[in-house]
């Protein structure tokens, strides 16, 4: 009896001692445990999405890929699926599973080595909440604490809501919204029961059993899943048989993803500018973009074919198939393109390509590389002169000329090294005479062109100096293809944007583009400089992309930089502006005789053939204060019966020929009237020219 005393005295005393060292351990444990109270105001880090003009899907940011669901827009099996894989007595347990632990605490030692887990869903929970993942007793114990916290301050309905967004599926998802988005291509809502129990299976081992690329595993793991389900009588065997016939399904959406990254990363840039690191990548916005992805498609198509095909025709030391990927992110060795494509009348940015391959450069070559432009800035030239009284058919001379500019002599040369004496504008255009556009900049001023260029759009630095008419500066493609879009707008500016509106998370509109919009050239001179531009493509330098097919009305002009490093095109239709740049990073000569014409005007023709088919054809429409007469060739006055050769010319009212040819006779001869009297460059002569080379 005494010994059964002493027995049972000292078994409560060690009791009361195991307990006290229990409760100590709680309470220090206790001492660094997070508040739970946190999860009333339940707000993981959830994706912004990025869309197009459709409303579709086309690139996300987040530190975390979650997109938060309530728990009745989950399906039940997926429900079912996951308390019958992960934690069979959820709505029985008070967070924790105390059978459980003590059974896989016996596997594990008898194993040598942890074989099993005994984390309920409430744990598993906190334990991504709050803890790391490391395997140590007290982490063990913290976890423990926190799941009966949990318990104690949440229903079951809010523990499992707060799980299916919190849990990691693998692949980048968190939550099963993101998962079924990843996987599968649709919402977490509209899975099916092979879908459900296949995200189900994942969290165990998301690396191990990710579908993507150990399918095999995965199946199998799935297939575990539907015995669970079965043996609770969530599913009858018929279904779960079925159910294990069907493959894997998986129908990923993040393909999609890959059609605009350049134009993507340029909307993640603009709203981490705007809005900053937390507002982006935390509060889940919804970006709604102006993109056309359809557009886009038919541009990377376009671009990736032709530059293909002139690394091919060119034989091109270093090419994009066989040139290890370079993961710096920087320059490559390459031939590299750009391409912008704007909607005139709005201004929206319908598609823009960087670069051949974002995951090997993520340099933006189209909003980010400053290039000379070359004879693509003649525009703003002739721009300027036909806004200030000069007209399609006045004449100017391209023959040799020497300057001095900035103390240093200049002598530019045209492109072919030939010369055509007397050309009118409209021609000298046409064929892009340097010698000609240095003229017309010397006589207008180099001070006016860079304040139209400006009033234009072109925002990069400019020099006031003669060689500015050939494109002596630096601009990105995004900037120069916007200010073409001032002539199909009949001289008005509109602001090029990305973004339509952004949508915080709760439904709050934060942002709305409005609309910005200037003219800064008149209707008329708009339309006289489109139907200049026209010739380039009808006989000029761009003819290409008549020959190639392309018939419905559109404008243009090519850009070749002197050391052939630069081809451009920016060309355009009533309804679309097109820019397009190609080159290389390292600004080396393309090829001997490489230009716009050979190098960026197949890529242009191309896109805008395929972008334009089957749509009606659509001409440009002709303002106010716009007059055609026609006009002798020869003399460029009013053409009398006898004049041999005769041609239709547009003005700007005020500005159109008022005398009769005097040159041509009813004998077919020329008047000894005719001699070449070089119009509005007197000035020129006098104060700007050498001599010699007028």
Known sequence: MRIFRFFS??????????????????????????????????????????FDKDGNLVGEFFIQKRLPVDLREIPEEMIYATIAIEDRKFYRHWGVDVVGIVRAALQNIKARKTVQGASTITQQLARNLFLTQERTVVRKMKEILLAIQIERRHSKDEILTMYFNQIYYGNGAYGVEAAALTFFGKHAKELTLPEVTLLAALPKSPIYFDPTKNPEKALIRRNVVLNAMTATGAIKESEAERAKNAPLGLNSHIDTFKEAPYFVEEIRRRVFERYGENMLYRNGLNIYTTLDTDLQKKANKAMEKWLKQTERMYRFKVVRDTTERDTSGGMTKYIQGAVVVIEPETGAVRAL?????????????????????????????????????????????????????????????NYDHKFTGPIPLRRALALSRNLAAVRLIRYIGEQTVVEYAKRMGIKSTLKAVPSLALGSCEVTP??????????????????????????????????????????????????????LLSSVIDQGTAVGVRLEGFTKPAAGKTGTTDDYSDAWFIGFTPDLVCGVWVGFDTRKKIARGASGATFAVPMWTRFMKDATKGKPIKKFPVPKGVVSR????????????????????????????NEICDIHTKDGVLSDKFLYNPLYFEKIDRESVNKKGF
């Open 478 to 531: 995004l900037e120069l293809t916007a200010a073409y879009t001032v002539f199909p707008n009949l001289g008005v500016r509109i602001e090029p944007y990305f973004i339509e509106k952004i949508v915080q998370r709760g439904g709050d509109l934060i942002y709305q583009h409005e609309v910005q919009k200037e003219e800064v050239i008149s209707p008329a001179t708009a339309y006289v400089m489109i139907d």
């Open 9 to 50: 005295i000292t078994l409560f005393i060690l009791f009361f001692i195991f307990l006290g060292i229990v409760g100590s351990a709680i309470l220090w444990l206790r001492k660094d445990l997070p508040d739970t109270k946190c999860l009333e105001d339940f707000s993981p880090p959830v994706v912004s999405r990025v």
């Open 630 to 657: 026609t006009v002798c060739t020869l003399s460029h006055k009013l053409a009398n019966e006898y004049c041999p050769d005769v041609r239709r010319e547009i003005y700007i009212a005020g500005t159109e020929p």
């Open 353 to 413: 390509i960087g670069g051949r391959d974002f995951e090997d450069s993520e340099f933006n070559r189209a909003t980010q590389a400053k290039r000379q432009p070359g004879s693509a800035f003649k525009t703003f030239v002739y721009t300027a002169c036909i806004e200030n009284g000069f007209t399609p058919s006045d004449e100017v001379l391209d023959i040799p000329i020497v300057m001095i500019s900035g103390g240093v002599e200049y002598s530019p040369t």
